[in-house]
């Protein structure tokens, strides 16, 4: 049996374990409902006030759409208001009288309000002779928000309510394994609330963990390599998949000074130590108020509506390697974790790194022999020196972006591979394999989730999303091109890789994860033996895998805690505010602009907590009311082409599409075709991450049948030239109606035809369809959904069929519908067809078994 499937029994700390309280912070007896909300928060839904400092909803939903959503120029919104305005009376006023209106009504919003402040930094050391270099005379501007309000709005914020895990907590298997999960069913989190308890005033407190994210970004190449460095936080609570999903669980909080010099001063020591200590500088004061509420608690009214004592903490650090190494205050090449040397990262085990071995060791060496023995930069003090229970070594998260997507497989297994064919063919051998390997890539069919390459693997700048999709299918598009055992290497690295990003871990897991990197580990040899890697292996981002059992167990699984929420991050933060701005110092209008986002959120949930967005906006017309649209979408929609046709515009995927609530635009990335390294665009049929309750597996048609089919069973497999079709369908009715067959009943395959249920009649064939199924794993909505669009048509926008590939296991059965998956294969047909079954099935006759029964209508 597999762990999930095991029982799991929830243990949460006994001593933070998040009680209520009131708002005095005296505890509640166990099972009272929440308190009433503050009278000061609450608005009426029969008064404008409630929607304050708007004047009715119908001006919130067109400031969100035009500012959030649409992200209008100042200029299109006063010309659209110009407009509005000449289609209604003398003595009506559109909604607002210019863009000024509008930007000066969001910024009146106080719900969510977070100011940001600055403080500014300069070099106070030893002052040279002769002309002083630059970087010495200015001054460096930190911008930034007291993050101890962010995190009390986070762990505040209504939408996150049956999202927040209030106390530590341990997941046991009914075998007595341990189960990892979310970051709260980590062990970090369990020894933290330990030591937090030992002050018994600290008893029945919440763990209000914030976890930190930064990573430069360029915004601008072309005019000056225009870079930032935001800082960004998050909290401990909430589960992975609200956190990977964003919906303001991560939240912009500062922008860091990027340092620079002239040229020939950038390798200068004195330079490079005043970059590292601004750094660290700069994230002790900006962290500094968190500072108070580490050591005591302070009562806050709680996204579930309870009041509870809050302590805070400083958590887990998500950064790629070379800002690791900058936060540990290491040595590049070290591993910012343990002590192994740089040229033996890989050849044993090394003591972990702490902030008390630090300190031992400065009190017993020089400088040098920091530098050279243990890779300390002993002239810097971590940030979190400064802070309680904190240490930067233990707090460093993992990153499967840069350590193993782009670092282990793109950057260098794909590279040593090319290296390799190089070496034994020649530049002009290699080229003709390479093509050969192209040619298997772009080979691969449509599959939903699966990326295509049709011009092969050869894109100049690659993407996390490039580097996911490849692994896909870079094993077999390698085979036979290079030796047995650099494919066991490969296979074994990307068995690591799946592993480590499941959204659910176990002590099995842990112990297969650790199995496939030994495998890793012995199959890579082959590199280092055919000359690809002359000297050795010992590379830090290769390194970091072998702590990653470690990491596992105290803050749960990887992929709540990965870079790539902070590429993506970027988008929505800072590029697209960029660009909205006149690029006249636009750092002030990116922060104003982020400003005004958060507030609209923020006004969202609160009206959305108070049940003032539900329905229609007043006053809208019955026939634009969302049903009767649908309906009068569905009368318009032109008869569905035949199948030599694409389908990329018909409309009928449109109605598919609404029957599934799109997204909102603000829980993407924006729209944004890439990141740095982060999502790329969905690829055409896909349709993305998912808002709504989690369930299993749901299917659906779309709404219009193809025309050009025949009706009837029979004509129909003679037209695509499967005669087995009837057959097939008489089989499938059996498996449905006998879906668990015991000892002495035959299976579909084993019983004779004569006793299979008889179908002769119509059958509907559809071009595609909508599956939504629940995958935590992958990227996917707060409550871990996805959905995908599969389609079957003769002619995709005019390039020849399109035939999505479908992973077919076993039919369900639903209540009255069974689904029916029929896979039409090469071994018929010239080309790969699906199409989707939908079969009525009378409940009297379901799990029965008695006579052949006639069904009439078949939807393919």
């Not at 067109?62 to 509005?84: C, H, N, P, T």
């Not at 507030?599 to 539900?614: N, Q, S, Y």
């Not at 067809?833 to 079969?839: D, K, L, M, T």
């Not at 009297?844 to 008695?850: A, K």
């Amino acid at each position: 049996m597999h762990a999930e499937e095991l029982a799991v029994r929830v243990i949460h700390h006994p001593y933070l374990n998040g009680r209520p309280c009131d708002k005095d912070g005296n505890f509640l007896p166990r099972g009272l409902p929440p308190s009433p909300a503050p009278l000061e928060t609450l608005g009426s839904e029969s008064k404008p006030e409630g929607y304050l400092p708007f004047d009715s909803r119908i001006q919130f939903e067109i400031a969100d759409f035009l500012y959030r959503r649409v992200q209008m120029s100042g200029s299109k919104i006063d010309e659209l208001m110009q407009l509005w305005a000449c289609t209604l009376p003398e003595d009506q006023d559109p909604p607002f009288t210019s863009h000024q209106h509008l930007y000066a009504t969001i910024d009146a919003v106080s719900c969510g309000e977070v100011p940001w402040q600055t403080f500014s930094v300069s070099y106070n050391g030893a002052i040279p002779d002769g002309a002083m270099p630059s970087w010495m005379i200015r001054e460096y501007d930190v911008w930034f928000r007291d993050p101890r309000l962010v995190l009390r709005n986070q762990y505040s914020n209504p939408d996150f309510a049956a999202d927040i895990h209030w106390a530590p907590r341990q997941l046991l298997l009914a075998n007595g394994k341990r189960q990892y999960r979310d970051f709260m069913s980590g062990d970090w989190a369990w020894k933290e609330a330990d030591t937090i308890a030992q002050d018994p005033r600290m008893h029945g407190a919440t763990l209000a963990t914030a976890i930190f994210g930064s990573d430069k970004t360029t915004v601008s190449v072309a005019t000056g390599q225009n870079e930032y460095y935001p800082l960004y936080m998050t909290n401990g609570g909430v589960t992975n998949s609200v956190r990977r999903a964003h919906r303001n669980a991560i939240t912009l909080i500062g922008f860091l000074a990027i340092p620079k010099t002239e040229r020939h001063y950038q390798n200068d020591a004195a330079f490079r130590k005043f970059r590292r200590e601004l750094f660290h500088t700069s994230l002790r004061a900006i962290l500094d108020p968190l500072r108070c509420s580490m050591t005591s608690y302070e009562v806050l009214r709680c996204a579930d509506g309870h009041y509870r004592r809050m302590v805070f903490s400083l958590g887990p650090y998500i950064a790629d390697y070379p800002e690791q190494v900058l936060l540990a205050c290491t040595v590049q090449g070290w591993c910012p974790r343990c002590t192994a040397k740089p040229g033996e990262l890989d050849t044993g085990q090394a003591s972990r790194r702490s902030h008390k071995h630090t300190k031992a060791a400065l009190d017993a060496l020089d400088l040098r022999s920091l530098w050279d023995d243990y890779g300390i930069v002993g002239d810097l003090t971590p940030f979190t020196s400064f802070f309680p229970r904190a240490d930067i070594h233990e707090l460093l998260s993992p990153d499967l972006l840069h350590q193993v997507i782009k670092g282990t497989f793109k950057d260098h297994l794909v590279s040593w591979v090319e290296d390799y064919l190089v070496q034994e063919h020649g530049k002009a051998g290699a080229a003709v394999i390479m093509a050969d390997i192209d040619r298997r890539i772009a080979a691969v069919p449509s599959f939903p989730g699966l990326r295509r390459f049709p011009e092969g693997r050869g894109f100049k700048q690659w993407t996390g999303d490039d580097s996911k999709a490849l692994m896909k299918v870079y094993l077999p598009a390698i085979s036979g091109h290079i030796p047995p055992q650099m494919v066991r290497a490969l296979s074994a690295f990307l068995e690591f890789c799946y592993l480590v990003q499941r959204d659910t871990l176990d002590d099995d897991t842990l112990d297969q994860i650790d199995s496939a990197l030994e495998r890793y580990h012995q199959e890579r040899v082959i590199f280092e033996e055919t000359g690809v890697r002359a000297n050795s292996i010992s590379l830090p981002r290769q390194h970091a895998l072998k702590h990653y059992r470690r990491l596992i167990q105290l803050f749960a699984s990887p992929n709540g805690l990965c870079s790539s929420m902070m590429e993506a991050k970027h988008i929505t933060a800072v590029k697209k505010p960029y660009r909205r701005s006149s690029h006249n110092k636009p750092l002030g209008q990116i922060i104003l602009i982020n400003q005004r986002l958060d507030k609209l959120a923020a006004l969202r949930v609160d009206l959305d907590t108070r049940h003032m967005l539900e329905g229609p906006c007043p006053r809208l017309p019955p026939y634009m009311q969302p049903d009767a649209a649908r309906a009068g979408a569905a009368d318009s929609i032109p008869a569905a082409l035949d199948e030599s046709s694409s389908d990329e515009d018909n409309n009928d995927d449109a109605e598919l599409d609404r029957q599934h609530h799109e997204p909102q635009a603000a829980d993407t990335a924006g729209g944004e075709p890439r990141g740095d390294d982060g999502a790329a665009e969905p690829e055409e049929g896909a349709v993305g991450d998912l808002e709504g309750p989690a369930l299993m597996a749901e299917c659906v048609l779309s709404k219009t049948p193809l025309r050009g089919y025949p009706k009837h069973v029979r004509q129909l497999a003679q037209a695509i030239h499967v005669p087995a079709l009837p057959d097939m369908i008489r089989r499938f009715l059996y498996n449905q109606l006998t879906p668990n067959p015991g000892p002495g009943v035959p299976t579909a395959a084993e019983v004779p035809l004569e006793s299979c249920p008889l179908f002769d009649a119509n059958i509907s064939v559809f071009p595609s369809a909508i599956a939504t199924y629940y995958a935590p794993s992958d990227p996917s909505g707060p409550r871990g959904m996805h959905r995908e669009r599969i389609r079957s048509v003769g002619s995709w926008r005019g390039e020849g069929p399109r035939r999505d590939c479908v992973s077919w296991s076993k039919a369900r059965t639903f209540p009255d519908f069974a689904v029916f998956w029929l896979l039409v294969n090469q071994f018929w047909t010239l080309s790969i067809s699906i199409a989707w079954c939908a079969v009525p099935i009378s409940s009297e006759w379901l799990g029965t078994n008695t006579s052949p029964t006639v069904y009439d209508t078949l939807i393919l």
